[in-house]
């Protein structure tokens, strides 16, 4: 319940917080403070789809698994949480957002600190004591030994898990136009040529005798389902968890704010397309696969269809921003190859194999992989070609 106080109060302890060095280069995390303070003062309820639709709405959908405000609020909290924990600070009000919770309070620092008081002193006869050292020292090792055979034995995904950064699972998704048909029915078709509104103006204004317009939906290859299902596994044995996007949704500000890992298709890349393997020296997409140029050296990477089994390449690009965000590409332009990927890259053997590979020091690294195999089941995948990022 919210502390009966003077609105100039609360405003000046709004300014001391905006002036101060953990939120004055936080532009979004001032704008979600203020906002909460004003919606306390005015006694509204604040949900989270207010908040989305209020602060964010060329970004926030509705319908659809958009964790922009989840990811802003958790940001917010740990900045308060920081904020009242420097000890020069004193504070004559405190503004209080409980954990699940959207709407902010304004409470005492008495009654704050109460709630975060920690135990400091207890008595302990000394018979006990050394019971307690003995099972307090048994309990750190078990609990580092557990540690260490949970814990993702590769630094690649280490680092990205033990961040304080959100992470974001990217799905490729098909653009899709309605057009109609020559029974004069609304049809809906695939345009090679179209994969995102802007590309549909293009098209339009190229061949306006065609009528085709835009719909409210997109489509997914069965990669999707599987590959969210490994990533899903994957994370929750990590205890850690990610926010799905579309590609057909995705902005350049997610690369900023998140740790993002793409699985799909480059034929149906769109705001992605233009960071795909750009610190690449030696890789570059061609036709239905990837061409490798190094030193004279030109190799062709191209799937290849025979009577009984199928080979094509995928390419594994992991690279770290200067935002210590990182873009993880599970990439090719067939389900298999993005499945055999995730399956091996979710394996902690097989990683810290691969991790023996990497210098200690990097800025990522760019993997091209041979897989074969017709079905999820008879897949066989190998390393062909590494590039390693500085």
Known sequence: ????????????????????????????????????????????????YTIGYELFPKNYIDDKNDGIVRSHMFKLRKKLRAYYADPTIKPDLVFEIKKGQYNLSFITPKVYNKGHKLLTSIDIPVSYLKILIISVALIVLMGFALNVLLQPTSKIWGDIFNSDAAKMVVISDQYVVMKINHNGIDQATLFKEINSDEDLLKYKNKNPEENIENTDFTLMSKMAPY???????????????????????????????????????????????????????????YKDGFKYDFDGVNKVYNTIFKRNSKVEYAMVSCVWSNHNTCRFYFVSNNDIGVIATLELFTKNQ????????????????????????????DMACELVELELLN
């Open 227 to 285: 590959g969210t299902k490994i990533l899903s596994d994957w994370f929750n044995k990590n205890n850690s968890e990610f926010n799905l996007q579309l590609e057909s949704d995705l902005k350049f500000d997610d690369f900023q704010d998140n740790h993002v890992i793409f699985i799909g298709q480059f034929k149906t890349m769109n705001v992605s397309k233009s960071l795909f393997l750009k610190e690449s020296n030696v890789f570059s997409i």
């Open 350 to 377: 097989w990683l810290k194999e691969f991790q023996d590979k990497l210098p200690d020091k990097s800025n990522g690294f760019n993997a091209l992989f041979k897989v074969s195999g017709l079905h999820r089941t």
């Open 1 to 48: 319940m919210n502390t009966e106080v003077d609105k100039k109060d609360i405003e000046t302890c709004l300014k001391d917080i905006c002036r101060h060095p953990i939120f004055v280069k936080s532009s979004s995390s001032i704008s979600l403070l203020s906002y909460l303070v004003n919606k306390a003062i005015n006694h509204e309820d604040v949900k989270e």
